[in-house]
């Protein structure tokens, strides 16, 4: 027999290969059925099969306790049974699950370094006293599928890595791990291929205790070196295969892949103390994948145990451990182009002038702060290190007391006895004022090496004054970012400790006698700020969208008690997808909820976003997809969602009844919804004219100012048009 086998990371290669063995197998053993397995906790998972008989086929998940492989690999049945009658416990099994096989053998399929990956089994309908005699060709195929499959899991791997680096792309701004989006992403892909190999994975959930409290009683800046700090603990201590991402907040997501959950438990145990060791104290929730279930539903159970983690700290009380300053690991921020971020360009210059640290002070009255460090050695400081100014050799570079170059700080009396030196152990040093766009002192850029240095001279500090231009354009755009996300984070921190944002209701009018039928919430912020769209877009972009959208869906739900009909809520596909959500929901009564989806998010994975949706709907949710008619997203979200109601977008409804091209596409979208069972609702109605169209057009609700205005429940302003 011969086959070929794809080097790539092609999905079916794997299972194309077993295939054939497994044909083969059948053929020259005379076993009507052969599958491949692996187990994953209580499940076992095939990965490939050649089955005629049973049904058996690749990605079917079936009990492990019910199987054959579970009674060999346990040692309680032998390999090969030529006649399953003679064999106790394997007679019992198919007595108990009524599993049609009279002989059967199962070996161990096993990577070339013996690492146990799987088991082979085939299975025939009659008794078959020759098989002892061809067991040896059964355990050469193993071998064979043993090499294949740890080639393809190695290949996994790769990948892994190489999504890693493409996750570069979707960095918290903050911390530059992984944001939301690589979260999403990387557990879409981890849940592809755990299906696919049989391979387990757990996920923990890491909430920061205290960040709300540093953030009220020191600022946003000493929250942030937490959620730094944080985040660079969490990176250090796991594999390159592993993910952790900034789910948002003070929450952080880790996925351990092919890990199970004792194991997970020992990193997590490390990691914790760790975090504690450099003033970080956590709740913690972790849950391993069922292949039963899937990684969102390890993560909602995660996310629960890490709430009741979280209530217990709370319970217990005591002060929550803060360390602001100190010793600790630098926090290596990579983008892809090299003058992307402050870091990078400090790495070019630590490689250029070959010196061991490179970092931007600036000046904060008496003190100095080290704004950005890049270091090649341990250091008793990183970034975010608050200390008096005066004494250092950045007040003296600024002041012009300190020439730009110190070739060797022992034979300078000026500096040799300063306690900095000693403390960090400078030998040699480089330093220019940094002044900000419109002249004033903002602080230095500096670099130092722990050796003399007998080769600096004016050109390197001509270097460092050069490129300090580019720093400091860098650090003037990245503190007007940081101080503009800050702004808005304590806005959104007054917000939440008022409540948050209100709701008002529009109502849905059935169109043939205008009686409301729903209500859908707005929501409605304090005046003279940002409106709601852009409240909604910014705490998307600083990380804390959820967090905002939860709280308006809150609010909005509270309506429900004074309503009749059904209550239209909207969210975001990333919202949608949290352990949180999938809780709010399940405390109303979901057959008078509608969940609007709006085409303004991209959905990147519908499997996920049906899966999340699929238990919610069994109790009655109905889904609405927002703007049809705006954009091509939107048909997306029709065609993959399979919408309750379709939410015709204002602009197709205005002046409907003046443009036969607006008819015919609300028309077309009309059919549609008979077909696939979708009623439609006619966004923004502002006259009778528009109305009187839709009528006869057959949409059967409507809402806009013509029916109703926004207003709050009880009092909706509604008129008889």
């Not at 800046?221 to 993910?243: H, I, N, P």
């Not at 709370?314 to 402050?342: C, D, F, M, W, Y």
């Not at 940081?482 to 959104?492: A, T």
């Not at 700020?529 to 609010?555: C, D, H, I, R, S």
């Amino acid at each position: 027999m011969t086959f070929s086998l794809t080097t790539s990371a092609d999905p079916t290669g794997f299972e194309s290969a077993a295939t054939l063995i497994l044909e083969d197998l059948r053929d020259r053993v005379g076993l009507e059925t052969w599958h491949v397995s692996r187990r994953d906790g209580t499940d076992q998972v095939v990965l490939a099969a050649v089955d005629a008989r049973l049904g058996l086929a690749a990605g079917q998940v079936l009990p492990w306790a019910d199987s054959v492989c579970a009674l060999v690999i346990d040692g309680l049945a032998p390999m090969c049974a030529p006649d399953v009658s003679e064999v106790a416990t394997i007679s019992e099994l198919v007595r108990r699950t009524g599993l049609q096989a009279r002989s059967c053998v199962t070996v161990p399929v096993s990577a070339p370094d013996g690492l146990m990956l799987g088991t082979l089994c085939g299975l025939g309908s009659t008794r078959h006293p020759e098989l002892p005699d061809v067991v040896g060709v059964v355990h050469r195929q193993a071998q064979i599928l043993g090499v294949l499959l740890a080639h393809e899991l190695q290949l996994a791997e790769e990948v892994r890595r190489a999504e890693r680096s493409e996750q570069a792309a979707h960095q918290d701004v903050l911390t530059s791990i992984g944001n939301r989006r690589a979260w999403d992403v990387a557990l879409s892909r981890e849940e592809h291929r755990a299906a696919r190999f049989g391979t387990t994975a757990t996920i923990v959930i890491f909430d920061l205790n205290g960040l709300k409290q540093i953030n009220d009683t020191e600022g946003h800046e000493a929250g942030d070196q937490l959620l730094v700090r944080a985040a660079a603990e969490l990176s250090a201590r796991l594999r390159s295969s592993d993910t952790v991402a900034r789910l948002g907040g003070d929450e952080f997501g880790v996925l351990l892949p092919q890990t199970p959950l004792a194991q997970a438990r020992r990193v997590v145990a490390d990691v914790i103390d760790r975090l504690a060791e450099v003033g970080v104290s956590v709740s913690v929730g972790m849950a391993q994948r069922s292949a039963s279930e899937g990684l969102l539903d390890a993560w909602r159970k995660a996310d629960a145990e890490m709430y009741v983690d979280k209530k217990r700290a709370k319970e217990k009380g005591g002060p929550i451990p803060v360390q602001r300053s100190g010793a600790g690991p630098k926090t290596q921020k990579s983008l892809p182009h090299p003058l992307q971020n402050v870091d990078a360009v400090l790495e070019l210059l630590k490689e250029q002038l070959r010196m061991d640290v490179v970092f931007v002070n600036r000046f904060e009255g008496d003190n100095r702060q080290f704004r950005n460090l890049v270091t090649s050695i341990d250091l008793p400081i990183r970034e975010g290190f608050v200390e008096p100014a005066q004494g250092s050799y950045c007040r003296m570079i600024a002041d012009g007391s300190l020439p730009a170059v110190t070739r060797s700080t022992r034979q300078n009396p000026l500096l040799r006895d300063l306690p900095v030196t000693d403390r960090l152990n400078i030998g040699s040093y480089l330093g220019v004022p940094l002044h900000n766009s419109d002249g004033g002192l903002y602080g230095t850029l500096c670099a130092f090496s722990t050796t003399e240095s007998p080769e600096l001279g004016e050109r390197d500090a001509q270097v460092l004054r050069g490129v300090g231009d580019v720093v400091m354009r860098l650090v003037e755009s990245e503190d007007t970012r940081d101080d503009r996300r800050h702004r808005f984070l304590r806005d959104l921190d007054r917000l939440l400790a008022q409540g948050g944002p209100s709701a008002v209701y529009q109502a849905i009018h059935d169109l043939e006698d205008l009686s409301p039928v729903g209500y859908e919430a707005l929501s409605r912020f304090p005046g003279g700020g940002p409106t709601p769209g852009e409240w909604f877009t910014m705490a998307a972009t600083y990380g804390v969208g959820p967090q905002l959208e939860l709280k308006a869906l809150q609010a909005a739900a509270a309506g429900l008690a004074d309503m009749a009909g059904f209550l239209s809520l909207n969210t975001s596909p990333s919202t949608l997808l949290t352990p949180e959500f999938n809780r709010l929901m399940n405390e109303l009564p979901l057959d008078r909820v509608v969940l609007e989806m709006t085409e303004h998010e991209a959905i990147e994975d519908y499997d996920s976003v049906n899966s999340s949706l699929k238990a919610l709907r069994r109790k009655g949710l109905r889904v609405a997809v927002d703007d049809a008619g705006a954009g091509f997203a939107s048909m997306h979200h029709i065609l993959a969602l399979v919408p309750d109601f379709i939410k015709l977008d204002i602009s197709l409804v205005r002046g409907i009844d003046r443009q036969p091209s607006k008819q015919a596409l609300a028309a077309s979208l009309q059919a549609f919804g008979v077909k696939t069972g979708a009623a439609l609702i006619a966004e923004g109605i502002e006259n009778a004219s528009e109305l009187t169209c839709l009528r006869q057009l057959s949409i059967q609700y409507g809402q806009g100012y013509h029916l109703s205005q926004p207003g709050a429940l009880p009092h909706l302003d509604r008129t008889t048009a």
